[in-house]
């Protein structure tokens, strides 16, 4: 018997950093958005904990314990005195190490399928707590939809959504690596007053009423300045969307995937192929948003 789980990337619509902490995490308000884009984690039982990756960026994707799948098997495994003998197959669809949270998203699909073949019979705080336990965006991958994430990220508010936006994603060469991106941002802000993060009450309200162009002009990303700095390259990316008629761009996350929200499904294909015909990106993806969470698709 194997089970498979179908999880979502996600989109910051709004990434507001507050200073370092102490812990050397930064306090954030942490608008999540789940996009179409998803990956696959297939459980089947095996001898030992075992991963696999397919897809035409399986190659960047690291087959060992540092993986969040293992990691989610070996969690939930330990908490109910049990052997994580399992095989994770990761279908990967979501650029890798592009600020979408592919990685988050396999940590939280691993959990869910695991827990379904181990018939650990989890509660949903259970699940929930052990995805903070993996990282700052691993619960969001777990609940989908759109939230609010403050303290490191982790701890959500679910938000509602009027409608559907669409997006394009333009992946880039390579990915950033997320303590970079956020030592580059503590660079760049030394001695400045960073403000504590609050949402944005504009940007909750554009969600709520699904209003595409008043979510295009309160999109924010405090860690673009850190990303630009570190791949100053995607300022021309975010030119050719925009100026392929996007209604606004910003850096997914901490990058390098550049997000483009725009008017509906013709208009996200005529800018996806204005991105891939300006050669400032390796690919372009539409989506929409918002998609489910973590979800059983087969068994
Ligand atoms: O939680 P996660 O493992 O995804 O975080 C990866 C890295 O990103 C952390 O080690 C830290 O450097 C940075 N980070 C941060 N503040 C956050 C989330 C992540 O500084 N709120």
Redesign the pocket.
């Known amino acids: 018997m194997s089970i498979t789980v179908r999880v979502p990337a996600k989109v910051n619509v709004q990434l507001a950093?507050g200073a370092?902490?102490p812990d050397?995490?930064?306090?954030?308000a942490?608008v999540f958005l789940a996009v179409s884009l998803y990956d696959e984690v297939t459980a089947t039982p095996a001898d030992e904990l075992r991963i696999t990756c397919s897809g035409p960026d399986a190659d960047q994707v690291p087959l060992d314990t540092t993986n969040l799948a293992a990691r989610a098997a070996a969690a939930l495994a330990a908490r109910h005195g049990i052997s994580p003998d399992v095989h994770l197959h990761i279908a990967k669809d979501i650029p890798v190490a592009g600020g979408m949270a592919g990685?988050?998203a396999d940590g939280a699909g691993a959990l869910l399928a695991c827990d379904a073949l181990w018939g650990t019979g989890a509660t949903r705080d259970e699940l929930l707590d052990i995805c903070a336990g993996?990282?700052?965006?691993?619960p969001f991958s777990l609940v989908g939809g759109a939230a609010l994430g403050t303290?490191?990220?982790?701890r959500l508010t679910p938000l509602e959504v009027g409608g559907t936006f669409h997006w394009v994603f333009a992946v880039a060469d390579g990915g950033l690596s997320?303590?970079a991106?956020?030592?580059e941002?503590d660079r760049l802000t030394a001695g400045t007053d960073v403000p504590a993060p609050a949402a944005s009450p504009a940007l909750l309200d554009a969600l709520r009423t699904g209003d595409t162009t008043l979510l295009a002009g309160a999109l924010v990303n405090d860690l673009q300045p850190a990303a630009l700095s570190l791949r100053p390259s995607l300022a021309a990316t975010l030119a050719a969307g925009t100026g392929a008629g996007a209604l606004a761009g910003l850096v997914s996350g901490?990058g390098p995937t550049t997000a483009f929200l725009v008017k509906d499904e013709e208009a996200a294909r005529t800018v996806a192929d204005a991105l891939i015909a300006s050669g400032t990106c390796r690919t372009a993806r539409t989506a929409t948003s918002p998609a489910p969470g973590a979800t059983q698709i087969r068994t």
């Open positions: 950093v370092a902490r050397g995490f930064h306090d954030l942490n990685g988050s993996l990282g700052s965006d691993v303290g490191r990220g982790e997320t303590p991106v956020y030592g941002f901490s």
